[in-house]
């Protein structure tokens, strides 16, 4: 928020937060981004909350979409980028299918997420799957138990993938390198370590 309270006392300090939103806590150049990332036109949702009520995650978390399209909007970026309920979407694409407003909430989060991560915001499991990919061209590898099964099966092994043709790994390397999603992943996790 854009009033800070000063105490020395982190607990304090969180406690007394001023909860008010200020014209100064906005980015508005942060919904662009948003919807030039999620090809969605955010702005003109109307919070009939359709979204909220399609969306699996609400009843179980605090998780809300609505909530989430409506900060973006106000271009509330710190809050939401921070926001630990973010990574709570399944993206279902429930609220995207029932949307009045032709919105795809869906795809607004996973833009907001994108921004996150550019920030090194973003949960362990994601950099860990990045790590396997780049390792075997898989999120979920093939495993020992795997094998013996296909094999009982009547199957190969591997499968007709990267695991038999290891060969396409360097042309897969090649685009995550482009973007140094491993090297961040890497980086991240040995930090957090
Ligand atoms: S369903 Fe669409 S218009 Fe309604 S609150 Fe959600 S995003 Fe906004
Ligand atoms: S796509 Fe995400 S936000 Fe939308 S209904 Fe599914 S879980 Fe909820």
Redesign the pocket.
């Known amino acids: 928020m854009a009033v800070k309270k000063d105490y020395k006392d982190q607990k304090l300090v969180e406690k007394l937060r001023d909860r008010n939103y200020y014209i100064p806590d906005s980015n508005p150049e942060f919904i662009k981004e948003v919807e030039q990332i999620g090809r969605t036109a955010?702005h003109?949702?109307?919070?009939?909350?359709?979204?909220?009520g399609s969306c699996p995650s609400a009843p179980r978390s605090s998780y809300r979409?609505?909530l989430f399209?409506r900060k973006a909007i106000l271009g509330l970026e710190e809050e939401i980028l921070t926001d630990p309920d973010l990574w709570l979407c399944t993206t279902c694409y429930s609220?995207t299918d029932?949307?009045?407003?032709n919105?795809a909430?869906t795809d607004v989060i996973m833009a907001m997420r994108n921004l996150a991560a550019r920030r090194d915001i973003i949960p362990r499991n994601f950099l860990k799957t990045t790590q396997l990919i780049y390792e075997t061209g898989h999120g979920v590898p093939n495993n020992d138990a795997n094998r013996a099964a296909r094999k009982k099966l009547g199957l190969d092994e591997e499968p007709e993938t990267t695991h038999k043709y290891p060969e396409y790994l360097p042309g897969l390397r090649k685009i995550i390198d482009h973007y140094g999603l491993k090297e961040r992943a890497d980086k991240i996790l040995s930090e957090g370590e």
Not at 98 to 101: E, I, T, W
């Open positions: 955010a003109m949702c109307y919070q009939c909350g359709t979204c909220t979409i609505r399209m609220c029932r949307c009045p407003r919105l909430p």
